[in-house]
């Protein structure tokens, strides 16, 4: 009997022993993994963004610290897992403003923007130039009051407005500014004739994510997008 309690007993030593090894082993990778974390949170173009990965960030150091009981970075930790959480759920409840905005070619700040932004656009649209804007149907999307977006098709008879530019500045490249347009803004593209949107050629592998995300149907003349009422 006190042989089978001992043989238990061991047994139980060396599965805690192997247990303890395992985890100390592994405890170093939640700590790379939290540093990475907080690396991508310094490299990512959206508040909810930064805060869901320096979130990944605290709990990997928290299990860390507990693991090696350091509690100065246990105590650190849950200190700003605390605060992301806080500011990850007020900026989730927060709606923001969006409006669409007709602008004609002469449009100063629209200028202003356009060529502030003309490195980056010309990475999505290369073939746009400015002076297209004095035939086209121009569109500012404002969040909050900024502008976020210019938006400026080539209008027919017919309905088919030829997308000439859809640009979305880095910051605000979270698809809501689409679901907008194509969405709630659609009753305003209908009133201006609009009733198909076709991109002939895209050039940039994430615009035609955007494009997919949309709602757009790829066929032979590119993209293209039907506006119902």
Known sequence: MRHKLWHVHLSMQLFH???SFMIH???????Y????????????????????????????????????STWPVLITNGILLVINVFYLNKISKHKEDFDLIEFTSA?????????????????????????L????????????????????????????????????????????IGKFIFEKAKQMLLAK???????KTVFNKSHETFLKVSGFTKDGEGYFKIIQS
């Open 133 to 176: 804007l004095m035939d086209n149907l121009n569109f500012i999307v404002t969040r909050d009051l900024v502008i976020a977006n210019v938006f400026s098709v080539q209008l027919h008879t017919n309905g088919d407005a030829i997308v000439e530019l859809n640009y979305t500045s880095k910051k605000y490249r979270d698809f809501k």
């Open 33 to 68: 993994f939290a540093s990475l974390c907080l690396i991508v949170a310094l490299l990512v173009k959206t508040a909810i963004q930064f805060r869901v990965f320096n979130i990944l960030g605290c709990v990997s150091f928290i299990i860390y610290a507990v693991i090696f």
């Open 17 to 19: 022993y192997h247990c």
């Open 107 to 131: 449009e100063k700040l629209a200028q202003k923007f356009l060529l502030h932004n003309k490195a980056d656009i010309d990475n999505y649209f290369p073939a746009f130039d400015a002076a």
């Open 193 to 199: 004739g609009i009733r198909r949107i076709i991109y």
């Open 25 to 31: 082993h592994i405890a170093p990778y939640f700590g």
